[in-house]
T-cell receptor, first 115, second 112 residues
Framework: AQSVSQHNHHVILSEAASLELGCNYSYGGTVNLFWYVQYPGQHLQLLLKYFSGDPLVKGIKGFEAEFIKSKFSFNLRKPSVQWSDTAEYFC?????????????FGSGTRLSIRP | SQTIHQWPATLVQPVGSPLSLECTVEGTSNPNLYWYRQAAGRGLQLLFYSVGIGQISSEVPQNLSASRPQDRQFILSSKKLLLSDSGFYLCACQPSSTDTQYFGPGTRLTVL
């Protein structure tokens, strides 16, 4: 069965620090990969996604993620975080073209940025 | 682009009472619809999904049920709530011919 692991449950950084949030998945076939973000009091929203092509994908607000197929990983990065990046981040995976396209989510990583 | 509405935003109910949470979608037709429950530190758990009117698939056995009476309406129900039903319920929509899900604002349910 598909699963997604986010090993960091809570990350605390100072402003301007670099960020890398880990995400590993288990699935034997072709996958679509997502990072969603939930800012305090706001909707869950899509940060970036990988379907095919260049394994380095860029999203909103300066975030990027790299798909490394051999490692089953899709880590999220940002070179310099801001206080406004404080949020919960979810990695997710689904199998493309399946009838219901069920997305499997990781347990989330809470990011706290010290001003 | 699609907009997802959820009603109510918050709800406090006694144990044993019924439940009805509503999700409506605008801006797309024939989407896949999903109900998730979000628990702190445990991510999002898929409860139900629907690929069309009247078509409901359940992911986990539980005290809840779902229905899709119209193309863009998805309802989460229970006949008798349990304490363990407390949580944050999210509705999601996946427009046809895409592989991306979009989420509503959620409903915070507290069962006392």
């Amino acid at each position: 069965a598909q699963s997604v692991s986010q090993h960091n449950h809570h990350v605390i950084l100072s402003e301007a620090a670099s960020l890398e949030l880990g995400c590993n998945y288990s699935y034997g076939g072709t996958v679509n990969l997502f990072w969603y973000v939930q800012y305090p009091g706001q909707h869950l929203q899509l940060l970036l996604k990988y379907f095919s092509g260049d394994p380095l994908v860029k999203g909103i607000k300066g975030f990027e993620a790299e798909f490394i197929k051999s490692k089953f990983s899709f880590n999220l990065r940002k070179p310099s975080v801001q206080w406004s990046d404080t949020a919960e981040y979810f990695c997710a995976v689904n199998a493309p073209y399946s009838s219901a396209s069920k997305i499997i989510f990781g347990s989330g990583t809470r990011l706290s940025i010290r001003p | 682009s699609q907009t997802i509405h959820q009603w109510p935003a918050t709800l406090v109910q006694p144990v044993g009472s019924p439940l009805s949470l509503e999700c409506t979608v605008e801006g797309t037709s024939n989407p896949n619809l999903y109900w998730y429950r979000q628990a702190a530190g445990r991510g999002l758990q898929l409860l139900f999904y629907s690929v069309g009117i009247g078509q409901i698939s359940s992911e986990v056995p539980q005290n809840l049920s779902a229905s899709r009476p119209q193309d863009r309406q998805f309802i989460l129900s229970s006949k008798k709530l349990l304490l363990s039903d407390s949580g944050f319920y999210l509705c999601a929509c996946q427009p046809s011919s895409t592989d991306t899900q979009y989420f509503g604002p959620g409903t915070r349910l507290t069962v006392l």
